[in-house]
């Protein structure tokens, strides 16, 4: 197969200004005191994306990502070593594609077309797909100034997929806009996938990227770290993750002691740990059983303590919370070291690294010590259901003639 | 898989001016529909829209008329028309890169966001001050008709030649300060500020040969302004060889027009080769910079 996106050696480095003269005024007063250090973005990075594939980039904020990919768009110039792109390239970045303010969203879609290469009677065959997929029909002489940011993302996407380009590129945009303009881009880009087009997609959500891609690519600090099947992206992808997760030697009672409660260090957490069903894997499947087993210590004797534990899935939702008290669990007094195991019998989650934070305080909610989601455990669920959690469900074909939703 | 002539694209910190001017010619569209944007968004939310384009020239016009003509006495007969035919070199001038300057700063939504080759952006600014100076010939050439004036018929071929000098050289002073405004937001001031007092110092309200007197006859010194030859080609091409004795210099004629010409084509063509090298080696980081 031929490479639509060729990496190769790309190295880019930004320059992080102490203190940035940006007058000339200043320039000549300071003149050759203008201080900064190199900042390594992207490191000898090589990578072929193959015409008709589409690729996910995951990393966390910062890793570099969202820069390779303004360098696939030419956005940015490369420090060192080159990108070469074969064939009609457009891109969708953070908040939409380029406009101008001042002008009306017609003469956007206009003069974005002209910046993709097209000619003005190319445009005018595809204004109204665009003008209808972005569902601007009345707002569409309007200067753009005056969209809201939903208009303004809609407009970008909708010209970036009807100017027929063989190669896109999205940042993260397909996580904005409502859900029902959601699903919309999610179909076209599935028929881009069909049409065998190249799409290249930033994300740092490892579940869509499994769900759409053939392949991916993960980066850490600027390097790739893994290329290639999308499960075996992700897990490495998670794994480091995981490790960039935990805390330093004495990094987390550094952080807990800002929030300084009366009670504080009475009771210490010392470990926490997740016990995965299956010892051999590192992640838990859907139904299997975990253990979260916690380690706490008490120099003095302390008679009123409660453990809590919270769930949080990756967008930062609580998932499930409780602690002993709810549970209606008394634990006495506490004394030198012991452990508090929280056992999931049957966890009802799908896909996705969670985060757990591990509380310990009174009865009256005052802290001896708390873990912000310095835990995580995966869920490597096995089959394609997509989503949060588990739900039972069972599914069977009606008879001919029964309408069983109005049978009753 | 067959291999389609697709539009295939490097990006390197390398670019080679060939390179650039190909990539400029392939966006001619582009540089069109700017052009045409410009000048829509300029008039956009005034109430006398495109009329403004020539109040304002018109403006300086009449001030000119009664501060010149009228109050100190100039003695430069229809000067209207000998203001005109230099003022019009100068307008198009000023506001090219006036324009220009701030061009790559204004589309920075643009920068940030897509690519295309940025020299098009200070060119767009270029583009559409021609337009106005088509419109203020216009006005002039209407006048020249009407007072049936003595053009300079000799020195009118000339004019192609002195108008492509003339954008060339806008062009890349534009193309050098749009970029350098990028990392010195000051510099659309400063450009202000040199091109007034550059507009004093080039023969425009006042005829070439006072400035040659005040010189002591160096006019060497008066033709290192690259614009002072320009706008003496319209001039005489223009207002042509009026009055008694004549405003333009009586014993010049095309060939030392043409002389002139071909020095500021060379200085003009060295210009522009360093402000695309400047260019191409800056835009790199602009996206970074904005």
Redesign the interface.
């Known amino acids: 197969?031929?490479a639509a996106i060729e990496v190769d050696q790309l190295t880019k480095q930004?320059?992080l200004y102490k203190e940035k003269?940006?007058?000339?005024?200043e320039?000549i007063l300071r003149f050759r005191r203008v201080r900064w250090e190199p900042f390594t973005a992207l490191d000898d990075i090589r990578m072929d994306i193959e015409?008709g594939t589409t690729v996910g980039l995951l990393g966390h904020n910062g890793s570099g990502k969202s820069t390779l990919l303004?360098?696939?768009?030419?956005?940015?110039?490369?420090?060192?070593?080159?990108?070469?792109?074969?064939?009609?390239?457009a891109?969708l970045?953070?908040l939409?594609?380029?406009?101008?303010?001042?002008?009306s969203g017609r003469?956007n879609v206009?003069?974005?077309g002209?910046?993709?290469?097209?000619?003005?009677v190319e445009v005018d065959r595809v204004f109204d797909d665009i003008v209808g997929f972005a569902e601007l029909e009345q707002f569409i002489d309007t200067p753009v100034k005056h969209y809201s940011s939903g208009m303004y993302i809609r407009l970008g996407f909708a010209v970036a997929i009807n100017v027929d380009p063989?190669i896109l590129l999205v940042d993260e945009v397909l996580s904005v806009g409502d859900e029902a303009f959601q699903r919309k881009c999610i179909d076209k880009v599935r028929a881009f996938q069909a049409e065998g087009r190249t799409i290249v997609v930033v994300s740092h959500a490892a579940d869509m990227v499994r769900q759409m891609c053939d392949k991916a690519a993960a980066l850490e600090h600027g390097k790739l770290v893994a290329n290639g099947d999308p499960n075996e992206v992700i897990r490495e992808f998670r794994e480091r993750l995981l490790k960039s997760a935990m805390p330093a030697e004495d990094m987390s009672p550094e952080l807990a002691r800002s929030e300084m409660s009366p009670m504080w260090g009475r009771v210490k957490i010392t470990d926490a740990r997740v016990v995965y069903a299956d010892e051999d894997r590192d992640a838990v499947a859907p139904g299997e059983s975990m253990q979260v087993v916690i380690s706490l210590e008490a120099p003095d004797p302390v008679s009123d303590v409660v453990v809590a534990i919270a769930v949080y899935g990756s967008m930062g939702w609580l998932v499930f919370g409780t602690n002993t008290q709810v549970h209606g669990m008394d634990l006495g007094t506490i004394e030198g070291h012991r452990t508090v195991t929280f056992d999931f019998p049957d966890v009802p989650l799908l896909d996705g690294t969670y985060a757990l934070t591990i509380g310990v305080h009174t009865l009256g909610g005052l802290v001896y010590d708390s873990w912000e989601q310095l835990r995580r455990f995966e869920v490597a669920a096995p089959g394609r259901d997509i989503g949060l959690v588990r739900m039972p469900v069972s599914i069977r074909l009606n008879e001919p003639g029964v309408d069983a939703g109005r049978s009753q | 898989m067959a291999e389609i002539a697709a539009p295939g694209r490097t990006f390197t910190h390398r670019t080679t001016m060939v390179g650039q001017i190909r990539e400029i010619a392939a966006h001619h569209e582009l540089l069109l529909n700017l052009v045409r944007l410009e000048l829509k968004a300029k008039y956009k939310a005034s109430a006398l829209g495109f009329a403004w384009s020539l109040l304002n020239p018109a403006m300086y016009l009449v001030v000119f008329y009664i501060a010149f003509d009228v109050i100190l006495g100039g003695g430069i007969p229809r000067f209207p028309i000998y203001l005109l035919s230099g003022l019009l070199v100068w307008n198009f001038f000023t506001a090219a890169l006036n324009s220009g300057t701030g061009s790559v700063v204004a589309g920075s939504g643009l920068v940030k966001k897509v690519w295309f080759p940025r020299e098009i952006l200070p060119l767009a600014s270029v583009g559409a001050a021609l337009v106005h100076f088509f419109l203020q010939l216009l006005v002039l050439i209407g006048a020249l008709v009407l007072l049936r004036h003595p053009v300079g018929w000799a020195e009118l071929p000339l004019l192609p030649l002195a108008l492509a000098d003339l954008i060339l050289l806008a062009a890349g002073l534009a193309l050098l300060f749009s970029v350098a405004n990028v990392y010195l937001r000051d510099m659309a001031h400063f450009v202000e500020l040199a091109l007034l007092a550059w507009f004093w110092v080039t023969p425009i309200v006042y005829p070439f040969t006072q400035l040659n007197k005040a010189l002591r006859g160096h006019s060497i010194i008066a033709l290192a302004n690259p614009v002072t030859p320009l706008v003496l080609t319209f001039q005489r091409a223009l207002y042509g060889e009026f009055g008694k004795p004549p405003v333009m210099p009586p014993n010049l004629h095309f060939t030392w027009y043409l002389r002139n010409l071909a020095l500021v084509t060379v200085a003009v063509f060295v210009l522009l080769a360093i402000a695309l090298r400047v260019f191409g080696r800056l835009e790199g980081n602009l996206a970074e910079e904005l």
Do not use: D
């Open positions: 197969m031929a930004f320059k003269p940006s007058s000339l005024k320039r015409a303004k360098c696939m768009a030419g956005i940015l110039q490369p420090t060192s070593g080159c990108v070469r792109t074969v064939g009609r390239m891109a970045l953070e939409g594609a380029g406009f101008h303010p001042e002008l003469e206009y003069l974005n002209s910046i993709l290469g097209l000619k003005k063989e």
